[in-house]
């Protein structure tokens, strides 16, 4: 977990390197959720007032857009197609499952700190849907057993 004062710091830097870019809540938004997994609530007006907006505007922002996370990401985050293609093929019911196993539902990470989970509209693997992502790995076709299953492994690899 990072130290408050090292968040502080972590902030204050992405600020620094990009409060001069034209349109730059954007990309300091995700320079601080690139280097912290998240942006954090104490950055809000810390980030407004560098770039001579209202609290409500950054936070507006960052509401607005799923991919921001107010809250430390789990472990591993798990992505959800929700596409078209995803849910003709099962995904509804493959995210029911995730939701009852993990006992999150979207943008909520597990009591134990290991699992967030997020929707996503399309990972680009329609041939092999449902398909989700889990970190940096993109699986296809994947039932509920073969979810327990990757899950179980993440598991023991802890």
Same mark, same amino acid.
């Given at each position: 977990m990072t130290q408050p004062s090292t968040t502080q710091s972590?902030?204050?830097?992405?600020?620094?390197?990009?409060? #001069?870019? *034209?349109?730059?809540?954007?990309? +300091?938004?995700h320079g601080i959720q690139d280097a912290l997994g998240y942006i954090p609530s104490e950055s809000v007006p810390v980030i407004a007032k560098a770039l001579a907006l209202s609290n409500a505007e950054v936070h507006g922002v960052?509401?607005?857009?799923?991919?921001?996370? #107010?809250? *430390?990401?789990?472990?591993?985050? +798990?992505?959800?197609?929700?596409?078209?293609?995803?849910?003709?093929?099962?995904?509804?019911?493959?995210?029911?499952?995730?939701?009852?196993?993990?006992a999150i539902d979207y943008h909520e990470t597990s009591s134990d700190g290991q699992f967030s989970l997020e929707p996503v509209y399309c990972l680009g693997n329609c041939a092999c849907s449902p398909a989700i992502q889990i970190d940096h790995e993109v699986y296809g076709r994947v039932s509920a057993t073969t979810f327990d299953n990757i899950i179980n492994e993440l598991e023991k690899s802890a």
């Open positions: 972590t902030v204050q830097d992405v600020i620094s390197t990009l409060k #001069d870019k *034209p349109g730059a809540l954007l990309p +300091i938004l960052i509401s607005f857009y799923h991919y921001f996370r #107010d809250t *430390p990401p789990g472990k591993h985050t +798990i992505h959800v197609c929700r596409a078209e293609s995803c849910q003709a093929m099962g995904s509804v019911k493959l995210e029911n499952h995730i939701k009852s196993k993990l």
